[in-house]
């Protein structure tokens, strides 16, 4: 192996949790939940995607790229938490001289939805506390 994770990422290295639904059966019709967790470097990815609205720019779309040691056999479908939200492995690409493969992250629809509803309570609050301010109502004379 020429590239080995640990010696160009040792102090970026975290652990994270990793979450592999197992195989349904008729006696478990929800199936299993595996909880693992492993040491990987996860990061922002920085390769812009072209949307298919003209209109909008050039942006990065809720994705994060990561490397991990081939011993810890991620799969395609594990869910992985980062910062309290829940992004799926959606690709992962093998590298033939490293110790570690490369993985692509997608933030789950569902986490979008609670982010939009996090800030749109957050921004009603914040209208809610500055209309029933007494100080904010000036009387002009």
């Known amino acids: 192996m020429k590239f080995r994770l640990k010696q ?15 195989e349904y059966d008729m006696k478990n019709p929800e199936g ?6 492993w040491e990987m470097l ?3 990815k920085s390769l812009k995607v072209a ?3 003209p209109n909008s720019a050039i942006k990065v ?3 994060l790229n990561g490397k991990i040691l081939k011993s810890y056999d991620l799969r395609l ?5 980062v910062e309290q939200l829940n992004y799926r492995v959606v690709e992962i690409l093998p590298r033939m001289y490293a110790d570690f493969n490369e993985f692509v992250l997608e933030l789950m ?18 209208k809610w506390k500055i209309s029933n301010c007494p100080f904010w109502t000036f009387k002009q004379s």
């Not at 040792?10 to 197992?22: F, G, H, I, P």
């Not at 609670?114 to 749109?120: C, E, L, P, S, Y």
């Open 77 to 81: 479908g594990d869910i992985i938490t």
């Open 109 to 126: 629809k569902d986490e979008q939805s609670r982010i939009r509803n996090i800030t749109t309570w957050e921004n009603k609050s914040i």
């Open 8 to 22: 160009f990422a040792k102090n970026e290295l975290r652990t994270y949790q990793v979450t592999r639904k197992a």
């Open 51 to 53: 949307t298919a609205d």
């Open 42 to 44: 996860i990061y922002k």
């Open 61 to 63: 779309l809720n994705q």
């Open 32 to 37: 299993i939940e595996n909880v693992y967790h």
